[in-house]
């Protein structure tokens, strides 16, 4: 998962960058992608003005992304700051609706489709993909000779579907292929589940670039640049490659120094980010990196703004919106009423959910439209979008009220 970074630091070292083009050609290249950006709505933006740049790194296990890590890379500084989101995160894929993120990349338009849903879930441009099957990974690590970490508790694991049987005991040790391969799926022991096979990961990177950059690897370069090109699938061209290699050859990598971020939310069949601290993450990110205004937008209004911004104003004025409460905690309707009338929403109707508890606040389309949907989920914070179109209905737009609000 932190394939790229690790072997761009690692051609540097040892002057690889040719020999890494030469052994490439056109193999990195994904053949659906070039399809999938065609019409010019999942085309990613130009990194090449860019200080900061984004890429989305996916381990892929049986067509689904098992693993996604976005990769902050400031080319001035070298700063790198990592993200990981957990693979059951609920979104809106573009084209699909909601559902779990790691469902996009397994759709027709595949790395094209996951940067674009990741982009609007992180609010920041994603340049470049780096797709690496999960059996490269074992490959890998058995070439260099095994990776040193520390497991944090017993793994044991049966799956005869998936032929899956993990049994790894607690404390220091070194792992091979199979073995890391092993540390990095295991999930079902953990009590946050993704949350804790996260931070198990990021600790295992740590380790992967430590050893993959040492001195002891230089001996191995062939064999690990051609299990690297073999299971590896990005949209970086070999310049940009090229490019990278140069830059971070000429200094050094303190995996100390490289920050790691987890999405901020709640599990459970679905993962459910929090909006407000995840912004607030975004700005400590972003300031970290170098990118200390969001990256999406101008620095400056220009009138292109200024009119969509007028217009969503217009927009508030012609929602008609009920809130309903659904828990035991008397008043948030009204409070929330208030919230949004300042925004400049028309709240028709406050009340309560008939015996009807809700976990998680939602936001409920009832007219099919879906800006509207987007902008009042946006403006209350709500993760949770749904439909359930209705002509006769007599709201634009349902808000639910649950547990989730009582905290």
Same mark, same amino acid.
């Given at each position: 998962?932190?394939?790229?970074?690790?072997?761009?630091?690692?051609?540097?070292?040892?002057?690889? $960058?040719?020999?890494?083009?030469?052994?490439?050609?056109?193999?990195?290249?994904? !053949?659906?992608?070039?399809?999938?950006?065609?019409?010019?709505?999942?085309?990613?933006?130009?990194?090449?003005?860019?200080?900061?740049?984004?890429?989305?790194?996916?381990?892929?296990?049986?067509?689904? $992304?098992?693993?996604?890590?976005?990769?902050?890379?400031?080319?001035?500084?070298?700063?790198?700051?990592?993200?990981?989101?957990?693979?059951?995160?609920?979104?809106?894929?573009?084209?699909?609706?909601?559902?779990?993120?790691?469902?996009?990349?397994?759709?027709?338009?595949?790395?094209?489709?996951?940067?674009?849903?990741? $982009?609007?879930?992180?609010?920041? !441009?994603?340049?470049?993909?780096?797709?690496?099957?999960?059996?490269?990974?074992?490959?890998?690590?058995?070439?260099?000779?095994?990776?040193?970490?520390?497991?944090?508790?017993?793994?044991?694991?049966?799956?005869?579907?998936?032929?899956?049987?993990?049994?790894?005991?607690?404390?220091?040790?070194?792992?091979?292929?199979?073995?890391?391969?092993?540390?990095?799926?295991?999930?079902?022991?953990?009590?946050?589940?993704?949350?804790?096979?996260?931070?198990?990961?990021?600790?295992?990177?740590?380790?992967?670039?430590?050893?993959?950059?040492? !001195?002891?690897?230089? !001996?191995?370069?062939?064999?690990?640049?051609?299990?690297?090109?073999?299971?590896?699938?990005?949209?970086?061209?070999?310049?940009?490659?090229?490019?990278?290699?140069?830059?971070?050859?000429?200094?050094?990598?303190?995996?100390?120094?490289?920050?790691?971020?987890?999405?901020?939310?709640?599990? +459970? $069949?679905?993962?459910?980010?929090?909006?407000?601290?995840?912004?607030?993450?975004?700005?400590?990110?972003?300031?970290?990196?170098?990118?200390?205004?969001?990256?999406?937008?101008?620095?400056?209004?220009?009138?292109?703004?200024?009119?969509?911004?007028?217009?969503?104003?217009?927009?508030?004025?012609?929602?008609?919106?009920?809130?309903?409460?659904?828990?035991?905690?008397?008043?948030?309707?009204?409070?929330?009423?208030?919230?949004?009338?300042?925004? +400049?929403?028309?709240?028709?109707?406050?009340?309560?959910?008939?015996?009807?508890?809700?976990? =998680?606040?939602?936001?409920?389309?009832?007219?099919?439209?879906?800006?509207?949907?987007?902008?009042?989920?946006?403006?209350?914070?709500?993760?949770?979008?749904?439909?359930?179109?209705?002509?006769? =209905?007599?709201?634009?737009?349902?808000?639910?009220?649950?547990?989730?609000?009582?905290?």
């Amino acid at each position: 998962m932190i394939l790229l970074i690790s072997f761009i630091v690692f051609l540097g070292i040892i002057g690889g $960058s040719y020999l890494y083009l030469n052994n490439a050609e056109n193999r990195l290249q994904d !053949p659906g992608y070039a399809d999938a950006i065609e019409d010019g709505a999942l085309a990613p933006p130009n990194a090449e003005d860019e200080v900061v740049i984004n890429t989305l790194l996916m381990g892929i296990d049986e067509a689904r $992304s098992d693993t996604m890590i976005v990769v902050r890379y400031n080319k001035v500084t070298n700063q790198i700051a990592m993200i990981s989101i957990p693979r059951d995160t609920r979104v809106d894929i573009p084209g699909y609706g909601v559902t779990k993120i790691n469902a996009a990349v397994g759709k027709k338009e595949g790395s094209a489709l996951a940067m674009k849903t990741v $982009s609007n879930l992180l609010d920041i !441009p994603i340049h470049h993909y780096v797709k690496v099957d999960f059996k490269g990974v074992e490959e890998i690590v058995d070439i260099m000779g095994g990776i040193k970490v520390n497991v944090p508790k017993d793994m044991k694991y049966s799956d005869p579907v998936q032929n899956l049987y993990i049994d790894i005991k607690k404390g220091e040790q070194v792992l091979k292929g199979k073995q890391a391969l092993h540390f990095l799926r295991y999930r079902k022991g953990y009590i946050d589940q993704d949350l804790g096979r996260i931070k198990a990961q990021q600790e295992f990177a740590k380790a992967f670039i430590d050893k993959l950059t040492s !001195p002891a690897m230089i !001996p191995k370069a062939v064999s690990l640049i051609n299990a690297m090109i073999k299971n590896t699938k990005t949209n970086l061209q070999q310049d940009e490659i090229a490019a990278y290699v140069m830059d971070l050859g000429k200094g050094k990598i303190d995996t100390g120094n490289i920050k790691m971020y987890t999405l901020p939310g709640e599990g +459970g $069949s679905y993962f459910l980010h929090d909006e407000s601290k995840l912004r607030e993450l975004m700005a400590e990110m972003n300031e970290y990196v170098g990118a200390k205004t969001s990256q999406t937008t101008q620095d400056s209004p220009n009138t292109s703004t200024t009119t969509e911004q007028k217009a969503e104003e217009l927009a508030k004025d012609d929602i008609k919106i009920e809130i309903l409460n659904s828990t035991k905690t008397k008043g948030l309707a009204s409070t929330l009423k208030t919230e949004l009338t300042k925004k +400049g929403f028309e709240i028709a109707k406050i009340g309560d959910t008939n015996d009807l508890t809700y976990s =998680y606040s939602r936001v409920i389309d009832r007219r099919g439209n879906q800006k509207h949907l987007e902008l009042v989920a946006k403006e209350t914070g709500i993760n949770i979008i749904d439909s359930d179109i209705n002509p006769s =209905y007599d709201f634009d737009i349902t808000i639910i009220i649950g547990n989730d609000r009582t905290k």
